[in-house]
């Protein structure tokens, strides 16, 4: 059954008739192992932060709360560079016929394997953190890189990629039609290659690597998890756009806990929510939103569902939300001033909104049928992944110090 709140935040189980789930082997540990360990030979390699939240916990009503901050990550306040340097790496071990445990960094950026392979042109479309980890990734290891931003895009995310070195220009499209015009000038490049984490007919190998490039956080956060005595999170709220990061760490940890899976949830920004939609459709067919898809949530303005990341998604999430911009900006603000002993986190408008949805659920009345569906209680040991630090710091001060997308709804009172 949906749940709605004056057509702002919309919720389902999921009851989707599950697929052959033939995807899922792709986030075996081992294979994510593979990533890890190529993350590791780059000299800026750190593991990234986990969170314990005792107070907030506390306050919200369950034995644990800890989230995996990205914005450490390696020193561009986001997750986006884990996929794209993996799945360009991949590329590269493919084209010159070896294994890509073969390719470390130190092989990979040396002048002599540049003179062997040659300059490769990498395209993608991005709202700014993936296109920036493209162009990081292309200028670390000689290549080229040229990005597509879609309308609205924020001139200081444009700025931060154009300073990796790659051509980069803001188009008057959204999202979905920048990835169909960075394709087709992939296509017409000689050298050219489209590094994309949504897939499409005939376009998957790379849209996998990225997922397995993900997947780095998410082993990270398990092992982490483990210092801190938790042997197994019961649920996992994470942000998707496409779809490739819900994908890659829902699919990680059914591997991972197979036969014991986490209570997994997917939270979407509701004017984007193609997996919501996908999901109360009920049938397994993906719903494409169109439009200009306008939210806070710039990095999950994203109308069209990753096959593959989708696949996973239908065969293993519990449930799926869509969710107004408010809840965005109230996780924003959760982070960022937390309760007396607590770490603060500094999280944009894409990182914060599944801290914004648990906090709605477990706070506000007309909410508690979504936490009994989801089984949240006092036992209830909670994963979140805020995926970027402040990357528009414009937006960030509107967010914290302005007030923007304050909660000051009639329905919306604090038990």
């Given at each position: ?260 899976e986490p209570i997994m949830t ?31 949530m710039a990095g999950l303005a ?114």
């Amino acid at each position: 059954m949906n749940r709605t709140n004056n057509a702002e935040m919309a919720f389902t189980m999921n009851h989707i008739p599950p697929s052959n789930d033939k995807w899922l082997s792709l986030m075996e540990p081992d294979e994510v192992r593979k990533a890890l360990r190529f993350h590791r030979s780059f000299p800026q390699y750190e593991v990234t932060p986990l969170h314990n939240l005792k107070h907030m916990a506390d306050y919200l009503g369950v034995r644990g709360l800890y989230v995996k901050d990205e914005s450490y990550r390696f020193g561009l306040n986001a997750f986006k560079v884990l996929g794209g340097s993996y799945a360009m790496a991949k590329y590269i071990a493919n084209k010159t016929g070896r294994d890509v445990s073969e390719l470390p960094y130190s092989v990979l950026s040396s002048k002599e394997f540049r003179d062997e392979m040659g300059c490769t042109t990498f395209y993608t479309a991005t709202d700014g953190n993936h296109g920036r980890g493209v162009a990081w990734a292309a200028h670390q290891l000689g290549q080229k890189a040229v990005v597509r931003m879609p309308w609205g895009s924020s001139e200081i995310r444009r700025n931060n990629i154009a300073k990796e070195g790659a051509e980069v220009t803001i188009e008057d499209l959204n999202y979905d039609d920048c990835v169909r015009l960075a394709s087709s000038q992939a296509e017409a490049d000689p050298n050219g290659v489209i590094v994309q984490d949504t897939a499409w007919r005939g376009y998957t190998d790379i849209p996998s690597w990225i997922m397995q490039g993900y997947g780095t956080l998410a082993i990270e956060a398990d092992r982490q998890l483990l210092a801190y005595g938790v042997e197994r999170p019961t649920h996992i709220f994470v942000q998707a756009g496409v779809g490739s990061l819900a994908g890659s760490v829902i699919g990680y940890f059914a591997n991972q806990y197979k036969g014991n899976e986490p209570i997994m949830t997917v939270v979407e920004a509701g004017s984007a929510a193609c997996l919501y939609r996908s999901a109360a459709k009920g049938t397994g067919q993906t719903v494409r939103v169109t439009g200009k898809l306008d939210t806070i949530m710039a990095g999950l303005a994203c109308g069209e569902p990753n096959r593959i990341g989708w696949d996973i998604l239908r065969n293993h999430a519990a449930g799926f939300a869509s969710c107004p911009d408010w809840m965005s900006a109230k996780g924003t603000r959760m982070y960022g001033v937390p309760l007396a002993g607590d770490d603060t986190i500094i999280s944009g408008e894409s990182g914060s909104v599944t801290m914004g949805f648990l906090a709605s659920i477990l706070r506000y009345p007309q909410y508690e049928s979504i936490r009994e569906e989801l089984k949240i209680d006092s036992r209830s040991k909670i994963l979140l992944i805020s995926t970027e630090g402040n990357t528009d710091p414009t937006r960030f001060r509107e967010v914290v110090w302005d007030g923007l997308y304050g909660v000051r709804h009639r329905n919306e009172a604090v038990v």
